[in-house]
């Protein structure tokens, strides 16, 4: 399968190259799916139940050259027929196909953004993402907890009152967490809306 490179985005150090295919669908699935997601309390109690409901998409783009690609699109589905010429976006690391991260329906003109948590892009640096994102609220609360006790303990060694140094490591870590937090989403947000212009630009060039 042959796909026109659009050029390259800096995805928090990692270069990744924008990739496109256009081709006319032949094929055209959608099916919805039922799960159940809970979440628990800092002290591993149930706190809620609630029913979730995602919607799965599977299409086959055939191009004038015989090429054929499969888009599978998670969390929502996009409206499409069979003969309509859609042109699909990548956001690939080196030589391999990549994620997809955008979806152009030509017939209708309707542009739609794909990049979630179906679809997610290369893995960068732990540090490089907002913890909160990577681990979630109860494991890094309970990253904090065991932190500032270790830092109440080694303050109570160095001669302070434990409180003293639970009070000053507690201020430390929640200090660092927040420029950490600040930081990496102020850069993913950059990063998402240079992507989002890359794609928007791409897709201008399919009307011709």
Not at 99 to 118: I, M
Request: proline fraction near 3%.
């Amino acid at each position: 399968m042959k796909l026109k490179d659009l050029g390259s985005i800096d995805y928090l150090g990692m270069q990744l190259t924008l990739r496109t295919f256009v081709g006319v669908v032949r094929e055209n699935s959608t099916r919805s799916s039922v799960h159940r997601e809970s979440s628990h309390t800092e002290y591993g109690q149930l706190s809620s139940i609630r029913m979730v409901s995602e919607q799965h998409q599977e299409v086959w783009l055939h191009d004038d050259n015989g090429e054929e690609v499969r888009l599978g699109v998670g969390g929502l589905s996009i409206p499409m027929r069979d003969g309509h010429r859609v042109q699909a976006f990548f956001a690939a690391r080196g030589a391999e196909q990549g994620t997809l991260v955008a979806v152009k329906n030509v017939n209708t003109g309707q542009l739609y953004e794909t990049f979630n948590d179906y679809q997610k892009l290369p893995r960068v640096g732990f540090f490089k993402l907002p913890l909160l994102q990577t681990l979630g609220p109860g494991p890094l609360f309970s990253l904090c907890v065991v932190s500032a006790i270790i830092g109440g303990f080694v303050g109570f060694l160095a001669g302070l009152p434990f409180t003293v140094g639970l009070a000053g490591a507690g201020g430390v870590i929640a200090f660092a967490l927040y420029r950490q937090h600040s930081k990496a989403a102020m850069k993913a947000i950059e990063v998402r809306n240079e992507l989002s212009s890359a794609i928007r630009a791409g897709s201008g060039a399919s009307r011709s």
